[in-house]
């Protein structure tokens, strides 16, 4: 079985901790110990020097002797702390000797500093020194020498045990200390990392299964793992308004065809049960409830197409003043029968740009203008540059939109309570295309209206 983050995180941190706490711990260790024989060894040094001070204050320079009962306690005395005197005149005649005194208490006391090392510090290399130690009066006359022997290091004190000993258990303190500290924030951190991974992974899950209103809790782990939360979330809400637009489509589009199709049929039957005379005026109304469906159905198909990312565009020089002169040639005939008079005014501007689609979007928005204008109106096609881009603006004389409608009738089936009134068989698709066809152009659309004055619908394209 796969080892969780969480586990291979605060695992991995507790044992960086325990390798990094072990290694500085045993060099500590060895290295204290090391210094601390050094300065025992140094100390013996300084003793056996100091008893060599102490015998030459024994010896009497006027009758050229020693005083050997002092020398004898004195050497006794030393020898209880574990220094082997042996005195020596100038010819090298033995003086006082500590062994020669008496052996078997030397080696028994030797012995045993020797057992009590090994027995206490089992590491530690003693070994037998003798210090050959001139003896000098302070007029530098040489009255002899002593060799001092003795083992080195010897801790002579319980407190010099004592004091390795407590060093060695604070380090081990400290190591225990560490290693829990490090498992306890090992934890910690690998919570705050595996819990957002651990969120988003449940999240996704809850998403495939088509849970589309979940979401990952904000949380202030890192960066990266902010950005992936938000990249699930941002995912989530995509689905959700997906699946939002895809059942508003399908109930937009049943409830778009039910009139047309209830229609027909209650026409169709009431024909068929003889209670209506299928005239010919009865006939067209069917014929052009069909037509409606069909145009509902064509527009359908349009919408899918401009809303289709992968279709092509193919750019070439567009003269936009002869684009909305062809467009609005081929409304003359409405123009005419309104009498609405259609204007095109402003610069001659050449855009690169995809012409058919482009000639769509003005066809859609001089349809809508002549859709929604009473007759005897103007309706003004006005191109104009400005900065980077170019303009057209379709303004008309019509009913106009509600502030609060206009951010609206871009989407799907929306229209107007105003337009609704009117008997204009639109289904409130030609502006979800007009915009998606802008957009694909790399274009932007915009509305401004006021209610029974008109509209103006402006597109923009990068020159
Ligand atoms: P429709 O086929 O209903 O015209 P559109 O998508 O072209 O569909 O327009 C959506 C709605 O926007 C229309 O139903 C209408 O309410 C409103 N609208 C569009 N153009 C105009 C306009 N020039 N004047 C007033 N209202 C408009």
Same mark, same amino acid.
């Given at each position: 079985?796969?080892? $969780?983050?969480?586990?291979?995180?605060?695992? /991995?941190?507790? !044992?960086?901790? =325990?390798?990094?706490?072990?290694?500085? @711990? #045993? %060099?500590?260790?060895?290295?204290?110990?090391?210094?601390?024989?050094?300065?025992?060894?140094?100390?013996?040094?300084?003793?056996?020097?100091?008893?060599?001070?102490?015998?030459? $204050?024994?010896?009497?320079?006027?009758?050229? /002797?020693?005083? !050997?009962?002092? =020398?004898?306690?004195?050497?006794?005395? @030393? #020898? %209880?702390?574990?220094?082997?005197?042996?005195?020596?005149?100038?010819?090298?005649?033995?003086?006082?000797?500590?062994?020669?005194?008496?052996?078997?208490?030397?080696?028994?006391?030797?012995?045993?500093?020797?057992?009590?090392?090994?027995?206490?510090?089992?590491?530690?290399?003693?070994?037998?020194?003798?210090?050959?130690?001139?003896?000098?009066?302070?007029?530098?006359?040489?009255?002899g020498h002593v060799d001092v022997q003795y083992y080195s290091p010897n801790y002579s004190r319980e407190s010099d045990f004592g004091f390795l000993e407590?060093?060695?258990?604070?380090?081990?303190?400290?190591?225990?200390?560490?290693?829990?500290?490090?498992?306890?924030?090992?934890?910690?951190?690998?919570?705050?990392?595996?819990?957002?991974?651990?969120?988003?992974?449940?999240?996704?899950?809850?998403?495939?299964?088509?849970?589309?209103?979940?979401?990952?809790?904000?949380?202030?782990?890192?960066?990266?793992?902010?950005?992936?939360?938000?990249?699930?979330?941002?995912?989530?809400?995509?689905?959700?308004?997906?699946?939002?637009?895809?059942?508003?489509?399908?109930?937009?589009?049943?409830?778009?065809?039910?009139?047309?199709?209830?229609?027909?049929?209650?026409?169709?039957?009431?024909?068929?049960?003889?209670?209506?005379?299928?005239?010919?005026?009865?006939?067209?109304?069917?014929?052009?409830?069909?037509?409606?469906?069909?145009?509902?159905?064509?527009?359908?198909?349009?919408?899918?197409?401009?809303?289709?990312?992968?279709?092509?565009?193919?750019?070439?020089?567009?003269?936009?003043?002869?684009?909305?002169?062809?467009?609005?040639?081929?409304?003359?005939?409405?123009?005419?029968?309104?009498?609405?008079?259609?204007?095109?005014?402003?610069?001659?501007?050449?855009?690169?740009?995809?012409?058919?689609?482009?000639?769509?979007?003005?066809?859609?928005?001089?349809?809508?203008?002549?859709?929604?204008?009473?007759?005897?109106?103007?309706?003004?096609?006005?191109?104009?540059?400005?900065?980077?881009?170019?303009?057209?603006?379709?303004?008309?004389?019509?009913?106009?939109?509600?502030?609060?409608?206009?951010?609206?009738?871009?989407?799907?089936?929306?229209?107007?309570?105003?337009?609704?009134?009117?008997?204009?068989?639109?289904?409130?698709?030609?502006?979800?295309?007009?915009?998606?066809?802008?957009?694909?152009?790399?274009?932007?659309?915009?509305?401004?209206?006021?209610?029974?004055?008109?509209?103006?619908?402006?597109?923009?394209?990068?020159?």
């Open positions: 079985m796969k080892k $969780s983050l969480r586990f291979q995180l605060s695992f /991995s941190s507790a !044992l960086l901790v =325990l390798l990094t706490v072990c290694i500085i @711990a #045993l %060099s500590a260790h060895f290295s204290i110990q090391r210094q601390f024989d050094q300065y025992i060894m140094e100390r013996q040094a300084a003793h056996a020097a100091s008893l060599a001070e102490s015998i030459i $204050s024994q010896y009497d320079v006027q009758q050229d /002797s020693w005083n !050997l009962d002092y =020398l004898h306690g004195f050497g006794m005395y @030393a #020898l %209880s702390d574990g220094y082997i005197m042996k005195v020596y005149d100038t010819s090298g005649a033995s003086v006082w000797d500590a062994e020669n005194h008496d052996m078997t208490l030397c080696h028994g006391i030797m012995e045993s500093i020797w057992t009590r090392m090994h027995q206490q510090k089992p590491d530690t290399n003693v070994s037998l020194i003798t210090d050959t130690i001139n003896l000098s009066m302070d007029d530098g006359m040489v009255i407590a060093l060695d258990h604070l380090l081990i303190f400290a190591a225990i200390a560490s290693l829990v500290i490090a498992i306890v924030l090992g934890l910690w951190m690998a919570r705050r990392i595996a819990k957002p991974l651990s969120d988003a992974t449940q999240a996704a899950r809850e998403i495939s299964s088509g849970h589309y209103d979940t979401r990952i809790p904000p949380h202030s782990g890192s960066a990266e793992l902010t950005t992936l939360t938000s990249a699930v979330n941002q995912m989530a809400q995509d689905l959700e308004s997906q699946e939002e637009r895809k059942r508003r489509l399908t109930t937009d589009v049943a409830h778009e065809l039910r009139t047309p199709i209830t229609n027909i049929s209650s026409y169709l039957e009431a024909m068929a049960e003889g209670i209506w005379e299928p005239t010919p005026e009865r006939l067209t109304e069917c014929h052009q409830e069909a037509q409606r469906i069909a145009g509902i159905v064509g527009q359908l198909e349009a919408l899918h197409r401009s809303e289709d990312q992968s279709v092509h565009v193919t750019k070439s020089a567009i003269q936009l003043r002869s684009l909305c002169e062809s467009v609005a040639s081929t409304f003359a005939r409405p123009l005419e029968e309104r009498n609405i008079k259609c204007e095109i005014e402003g610069e001659d501007l050449i855009l690169q740009t995809d012409g058919d689609k482009l000639r769509q979007i003005l066809i859609n928005l001089l349809s809508n203008a002549i859709k929604y204008s009473p007759d005897g109106t103007d309706i003004t096609i006005s191109l104009r540059q400005s900065k980077n881009n170019a303009q057209i603006r379709v303004a008309d004389q019509g009913i106009g939109i509600p502030p609060a409608e206009q951010a609206l009738i871009f989407e799907r089936f929306y229209r107007t309570d105003l337009s609704r009134s009117r008997e204009t068989g639109g289904a409130g698709i030609g502006l979800a295309i007009t915009k998606a066809l802008t957009e694909q152009l790399g274009g932007t659309i915009s509305v401004e209206s006021q209610v029974n004055k008109g509209s103006v619908f402006t597109v923009t394209f990068p020159l």
